[in-house]
């Protein structure tokens, strides 16, 4: 893994987070979901929480994927044997900051926002939280060693089939 | 049409983009409604269509205007012609990825959300959806080519009065 | 105060501005309240006032703080003082503009939403609006000399506890 952060041009490297982010979510949102595992390192770590539990010390997460494959097998879920009915999700992402940018790697927080849109009905919104990111360069691009997506609601979403 | 574009310089081309989809959401949210069409090319596209239709390749759209003329034409309804009840539209633009970069356009795509807020009401989601824009450069200055608003929503929303 | 501007460089100081939200946003949803008098120069002024209000020249504000004591005030009114269920508020900024940028100060307006999530609901929108900010250079820093928060609803939040 080579190492491609360049902390001493802060303007550069926070465009390259924006642009990091509008691909993930630019690929989730048009569905091409068989993607979306390329934006991560193998292993990684992938996990939905809601933020009660990050709040209390529980460990307990709606999602936990901990490699590529466990995100590829989301994707067979979501292409072949989940029953769901159509929907729209999406997303939105603010505030992003950069906690902590060493040679190897940055740790990013931001906002995320995502809207569901069901047949026939009005956009509402699904969920919104925080991302907790650990971020590294991988042959010149970056991928997500890290992503944790802590949301708000301690509801945990009775339709959580897509990722975040 | 002169050219000015430097893919090559990747965090000015994003920062120029972010200062053109803020501008463009301020002459809206501040109701400038006649700045508006100066956002174009003449001739131009601005369409807003309902997703479904994009997906299944129906052309039908909810507005369709091909020149600053017809713009402009809307500008007149807001002000002139159109009876509606007074509302509040706040618009938001996140994930702005540029797909291709040559030295004549770009082509951009972004994720909007606009919220509405009525007299004596709380402020509910009006409508989120993506832009597919191609921008050009116009004596230095970036404008829009086309502009496609494809919102989510399979509704058509009953009170699409401003532009998106 | 010393100035640090360099307006002739439109990306650095986007990024920068980029930089200013995103921490100012992080440090309200994190709840680190008591690190929030610190984004302001003493005086200041911080104002949170309905849209309608500014539309008619009226000066009522729901909120209004013109040293970093009254914003101190206020965080002792969320710790101790003030009751109320428990929340949590998420925010979201775009379309950041530089309306003028001098050697001494930058005029910003920005758009804002903010989500509230009670226990055991769903997720709503709870207020969107514009700042209308002043930003000047502190020591190298950035410090909101004035910030101005018009929300669109008419209706008054029946819980502004924390601040936008």
């Not at 924006?18 to 390329?38: H, K, Q, S, T, V």
């Not at 879920?77 to 906690?99: D, E, M, N, Q």
Request: charged share 25%.
């Amino acid at each position: 893994m080579s190492v491609a952060f360049a902390p001493s041009n802060a303007a550069a490297l926070r465009s390259a987070l924006d642009e990091l982010y509008a691909n993930y979510i630019g690929c989730l949102d048009e569905e091409r979901f068989e993607e979306w595992p390329e934006f991560f390192t193998d292993p990684c770590l992938y996990k939905i929480i809601p933020r009660i539990n990050v709040e209390r010390g529980l460990p307990l997460a709606t999602w936990l994927c901990e490699s590529r494959g466990y995100l590829h097998d989301r994707v067979v879920a979501i292409r072949k044997t989940s029953v769901y009915g159509p929907r729209y999700i999406r997303r939105f992402v603010s505030a992003i900051r950069v906690l902590r940018a060493s040679e190897s790697e940055i740790e990013v927080r931001a906002n995320y926002a995502a809207y569901e849109t069901l047949p026939d009905e009005l956009t509402r919104v699904f969920s919104v939280g925080q991302y907790r990111d650990r971020v590294v360069s991988v042959d010149g691009q970056m991928k997500f060693a890290e992503k944790i997506c802590i949301f708000d609601s301690e509801l945990v979403p009775n339709s959580l089939i897509y990722p975040l």
